[in-house]
């Protein structure tokens, strides 16, 4: 009967974060637009996008390899199994007694590198370029992650997901915590980072220039470059409910009851709109920054993580 319910509820999970992923998507896009006294596109664009890139047919150099072909489904399925560790909107996730925050960093990284990898397959200079910057950038970009989260983790002492919010809400993890303000500008910081947002890197441009993670991509098309598109939707829409669960755990249900849990998708959603409204305001107020400053950005993410671990440990 337990495998039952795990089977039902990774499908409901499942299904939600393929559901939403696109709409954050289009939140963050229309709020742009707004902010920029443009109409900018329809909310549900990111839904019409993929729908055309998925009934296309994909077209592959005759000099990839197997490679190219792939790492698609293999991304759409790593980002998808990641959404099985991190809770959304109920304080537990479908497997999260079965890994920790550890295998959600490894399913990433294992998704970045074979992003990377297949950039190199083509022989484009474009791909080539844009891998070497990522894989540059994560040097610092995943040490940044680890350390960030290892701060909120180290309030409840374990780096399990499952009944992550109850735990932060029981030890009083809130604003009038020092640490707290602290953690959170340092991740917002990986957060945008890793979504590849500006001021870290611009999706919605291919200029050499400003290009990290969409120089990988130019070598995708049809249904190919469709599911790595959503698979990047999926990553943000996890990386939002991480940061929801870290910095803003109230509202998750501590009975099942169906008005509790629809209340709970309500509050989570709303939350996860605000954030995706926030960061499109961040993109507005700030211009990309240079590719050799984001380091930098990088390891002040990191100090102040450390610095919020002192300030814990003082109090």
Do not use: C
Request: hydrophobic residues 55%; proline residues 5%.
């Amino acid at each position: 009967m337990e495998i039952f319910w795990t089977v039902l509820f990774s499908g409901v999970q499942l299904f939600f974060i393929l559901l939403f992923s696109p709409l954050v998507q289009g939140v963050i896009k229309k709020t742009k637009a707004v902010m920029q006294n443009r109409v900018g596109p329809p909310l549900l664009q990111p839904y019409y996008d993929l729908m055309k890139y998925l009934k296309k047919d994909s077209v592959v150099s005759k000099q990839a390899s197997w490679l190219t072909r792939f790492t698609p489904y293999l991304l759409f399925a790593l980002i998808l199994s990641a959404g099985l560790f991190i809770p959304t909107f109920l304080p537990i996730s479908p497997l999260g007694g079965w890994g920790d925050f550890l295998v959600v960093v490894y399913l990433f990284g294992l998704a970045r590198f074979f992003t990377a990898l297949t950039a190199y397959d083509a022989g484009g200079s474009f791909g080539g370029m844009g891998a070497s910057r990522e894989m540059a950038l994560s040097a610092f970009g995943e040490g940044a992650f680890l350390f960030t989260a290892f701060a909120v983790l180290f309030v409840v002492g374990t780096t399990q997901l499952n009944f992550l919010a109850p735990d932060l809400l029981a030890h009083h993890w809130g604003w009038e915590n020092p640490a707290y303000w602290l953690t959170f500008v340092a991740m917002l910081i990986v957060l945008i980072a890793e979504t590849g947002r500006i001021p870290v890197d611009n999706p919605d441009t291919h200029l050499e220039l400003t290009m990290i993670h969409e120089g990988m991509l130019l070598e995708y098309s049809g249904r190919h470059l469709g599911l790595v598109h959503w698979a990047a939707m999926m990553k943000q829409f996890l990386f939002l409910s991480l940061f929801l669960q870290f910095f803003f755990p109230w509202g998750v249900p501590e009975k099942m009851s169906v008005g509790l849990l629809l209340l709970s998708i309500l509050l989570f959603l709303g939350k996860i709109f605000l954030i995706g409204f926030f960061l499109g305001l961040i993109e507005t107020l700030y211009a990309k920054i240079r590719l050799f400053k984001v380091p930098r950005l990088f390891l002040s993410a990191m100090f102040l993580a450390f610095l919020a671990m002192i300030i814990h440990l003082a109090l």
